[in-house]
């Protein structure tokens, strides 16, 4: 065998590993890189604690650098088996996996870069394949699609709240003033946000009478239009729901609500030829 076939193979294997989890060497590879996330996270967030790092600075700094290498190397060996590096570094996953690691190496520049680690975090959605949620995943492509169906209706609706906001703190600013906290149209329009989102900061609030009146229509407002975004994604959420689902029933139980691509009966365990062939 020549070497061209060796490397052939090896890279074929490697793929197989760290991109696949059809295999029992790649599900334990993918179990391996979460618990590495989920550990290196964990000891960045500790790092942050004073106490702690005062005492183990340096098990710190050897964590680090032993989880940067591991994530290095499984960057490299990535790129090196992938059949379409490009596509890689300019996917999701690939820019994730080079923002894991450019911390470490900005922090020898750059004091306090190391703390961007958290990132990391982001990718244990990969535990996604390992578990092999499909189930799970299918109906967050559902939600995704409901959200990117409303993306317009909510951009009016934010668009109307951003107008709302801005009219409610010019009337503040003008109302209260300076004196009393409204130092500005955008701090006014900040504390708007707050009192209609009703969180209630707490940390600006109207001392007037008149201010007091437009606190509580800002209030009401909010708790008015806070229904209307849950209403149309819920909406468009339905309806992609009802796509999702075949409209003919069973022949053997005449049940419907099958999924599309089901082949036999939930109910009753009857095939779906016919229906099958009627959808297509």
């Known amino acids: 065998m020549t070497n061209q076939n060796l490397r052939s193979q090896l890279r074929s294997e490697l793929y197989r590993i760290i991109f696949g989890t059809d295999t029992p060497a790649g599900q334990r590879f993918d179990l391996f890189l979460i618990y590495a996330i989920l550990i290196s996270v964990f000891a960045v967030i500790l790092d942050t604690v004073e106490s702690l790092n005062g005492r183990f600075t340096s098990t710190f700094i050897f964590v680090e650098w032993l989880f940067t290498g591991i994530f290095t190397l499984e960057y490299i060996l990535r790129i090196y088996c992938s059949p379409n590096r490009k596509k890689y570094l300019f996917s999701f996953y690939g820019i994730i996996d080079l923002i894991s690691i450019i911390p470490s190496y900005l922090g020898l ?164 030829g016919n229906m099958r062939e009627q959808e297509r």
């Open 109 to 272: 520049i750059f004091a306090g870069a190391q703390y961007l680690l958290i990132i990391r975090l982001v990718r244990v959605l990969r535990i996604f394949r390992v578990l092999k949620l499909v189930r799970y995943l299918s109906e967050a492509d559902v939600l995704m699609r409901s959200i990117n169906q409303a993306k317009r209706k909510i951009f009016v609706f934010f668009s109307i709240v951003l107008v709302l906001s801005t009219l409610f703190g010019c009337l503040m600013y003008v109302v209260e003033g300076p004196g009393n906290g409204f130092s500005s149209i955008p701090k006014s329009i900040y504390w708007t946000i707050v009192t209609i989102t009703t969180v209630g900061y707490g940390d600006i609030t109207p001392h007037t009478v008149l201010g007091q009146l437009i606190s509580t229509l800002a209030m009401l407002t909010g708790y008015s239009i806070i229904a209307i975004p849950t209403g149309i994604i819920t909406a468009e959420l339905a309806n992609e729901m009802r796509r999702d689902k075949s409209v003919y029933p069973c022949p053997n139980c005449v049940k419907a609500g099958h999924d599309i691509d089901a082949i036999h009966c939930k109910w009753c365990g009857a095939s779906l």
